[in-house]
């Protein structure tokens, strides 16, 4: 069976899903006009269809990897040879690909999300991304990247304390904030208490100056 589309690790995610779509497209027409599709054997495109269908609309909302697609098509009670025959088109047209997956995820959300390496390796290893790839994903963070991305945490939650402490139990409370925000972005409790502190001592070094 020749492959619809010709792999480009390079091309964008949404132009890849446009050549797929196309090569549907093309395979439609010919079936309605009645002529030999060289592109797909009738009998297993239509018991494909359906389930290559709902796996674009999936794959529009956002990159996946092979597990977790895997799962949302199970949970519509599709086929689960042919949701493997699918996953199988779609992998070896680079429209899942668990390696560059995880790369991009680990880039994306530990830059807008502020999340630690170790949440990352945990949120990848629930998607079902295999050890080795969630490893190499996570080289992307040194320990001087993961310091700068807590203390950015740290100094965003800093800001929105917006009066001085009255006293030490107020200063403490307002500590026990910048640190749990730390904490809930998996940033160890050592490491979270130190720019947690520097972090508010700024933001109350800044207060007394307005």
Known sequence: ????????????????????????EEFSRRQEEGAPST??????EEKKAEVRRRALLLLDQRARSRSELRERLLALELDPEVIDEVLG??????????????Q???RQRAQRRGKSSRVLDRELRDKGVDAGIRARALEQIDADDE?????????????????IPADRTDYDKALRRVV??????GFPAGIS???????????????KLR
Not at 180 to 185: H, N
């Open 89 to 102: 088109d779609l992998t070896r047209a680079n429209l899942i690909d668990d390696e560059a997956f995880a």
């Open 39 to 44: 592109l797909f054997d009738r009998e297993a």
């Open 193 to 207: 208490m130190d720019l947690a502190r520097e972090a508010l001592d700024e933001r109350i070094e800044d207060l």
């Open 180 to 185: 749990g925000a730390l904490a809930r972005r």
């Open 147 to 163: 310091r700068a991305t807590a203390r950015a945490v740290a100094v965003k939650k800093a800001r929105s304390e917006t009066r």
């Open 1 to 24: 069976m020749t492959d619809p589309i010709t792999p480009n690790p390079e091309e964008s995610q949404a132009a890849k899903l446009d050549k797929l779509r196309t090569a549907l």
């Open 104 to 106: 991009e995820w680990v």
